[in-house]
């Protein structure tokens, strides 16, 4: 179960530096950790989770495999790319392409590098891009409503559905919100998902301060906070530079630096597990001498779902799943330990798995 993350923001925000220092962590990650380049700008990245070399420690398993999160750096946007100036035709397709995305907002001042606009100000980047997004949307909704005025007075069901969803986002977008302030209800989730609307997808705002700044942030990304707070957003808060730094050294030569600068972890992943978050989604794990596994679900998938993200076959023959809480996995020392405290459980079909479930599911082939 593949989810994408699209990294964007306006030129000289560091938006490719962070990129770059990325896909050079992921790729410097130890074998068990690997990295793929699909294409030049599209990088995939293991989701760090302390719980899977754990779980593989008490199993003495021989290989490791995290649950992974793919990044695309998206050309940078200027204002008019609605329109088509710059890069914009392409970079809108690929935004339509990602299941969230991570903006990214030039909180730093540096004479030095050079802002598009000839100022600093993240929250005004914030809205350039968010409004470019809401034309195209908009756009692109009446372009669509009028093509299917006659299937409606055709008396097609399907085609009154679809505008009915249509309009209520066109409403939000004119009143100047983005499509992913609309309620939408469970049964049109689907629907809704199939417009493909820019501004329905998941934001998370990226600050990227100066590298004395990077533990405590600064005033611009407490603006931002309180933006995304608003909004019921994310954010983060990273140094580029410091990132792109920290890939350049082993393992333990960035504990060490990252020490010296009073951060417990790099801020690459936070922003991997604050993409994980924003996208709703989870992990289970399968464990045994051959391998522990970690996999990705979203939150609320029932077992037979969470069994199809190893095999459809799994998903068609579901018989059942033994299930063992993280923690109790561990206090038991494994599965024999857990089973003998009376800690696995078998669960059916109605089971909807939690994060951090080791499962052994059984299945009809």
């Known amino acids: 179960m593949g989810f994408r993350m699209g990294i964007v923001g306006l030129p000289n925000v560091g938006k490719s530096t962070l990129f770059n220092a990325l896909t050079k962590t992921a ?201 995304a707070a608003a909004e019921g957003n994310a954010h983060v808060v990273i140094s580029a530079r410091i990132e792109e730094e920290i890939s350049q050294l082993d393992a333990e030569e960035q504990e060490m630096f990252l020490a010296e600068m009073g951060l417990e972890e790099a801020g690459l992943d936070r922003l991997i597990r604050a993409g994980y978050d924003l996208l709703g989604l989870q992990t289970y794990f399968t464990v045994g001498p051959k391998e522990a596994r970690a996999w990705t679900i979203r939150k609320g998938t029932l077992a037979p779902q969470a069994a199809g993200a190893i095999h459809g076959d799994f998903e068609k023959g579901f018989i059942r799943a033994e299930t063992v809480g993280y923690d109790d996995y561990v206090a038991g020392r494994g599965e024999a330990g857990a089973r003998e405290a009376g800690k696995l459980r078998v669960e059916g079909k109605t089971y909807e798995v939690k994060d951090g479930d080791v499962l052994h599911f059984l299945f009809n082939a």
């Not at 199993?59 to 793919?70: F, G, V, Y």
């Not at 756009?139 to 299917?148: C, F, I, T």
């Not at 409403?171 to 049109?188: C, H, I, K, N, Q």
């Open 27 to 227: 790729a410097a990650q130890a074998a068990n950790f690997p990295f793929c380049t699909i294409e030049p700008n599209v990088g995939e990245v293991a989701v760090p989770d302390t719980r899977l070399d754990t779980l593989a420690g008490i199993a003495q398993s021989k290989q490791i495999i995290p649950t992974r999160i793919t990044f695309v750096d998206i050309a940078g946007l200027v204002k008019g790319a609605s329109k088509g100036e710059g890069l914009g035709n392409q970079f809108l397709a690929n935004i339509r392409e990602v299941d969230a995305i991570a903006h990214v907002l030039r909180c730093f001042e540096d004479g030095d590098v050079t802002h598009v606009e000839g100022r600093v100000d993240p929250i005004a980047d914030a809205d350039t891009i968010e409004t470019e997004l809401m034309i195209a949307d908009l756009e692109s909704l009446e372009r669509r409503l009028a093509n299917l005025a006659r299937k409606i007075n055709a008396g097609d069901k399907q085609a009154k559905e679809d505008a009915r969803l249509m309009n209520a986002a066109r409403e939000a977008l004119e009143a100047g919100r983005p499509a992913r302030s609309v309620t939408v209800a469970e049964d049109d989730r689907k629907a809704w998902g199939m417009l493909q609307l820019l501004t329905a997808k998941p934001v998370l705002y990226v600050c990227n301060v100066a590298e004395d700044e990077a533990a405590s942030g600064n005033a611009l990304s407490a603006r931002v906070a309180e933006k």
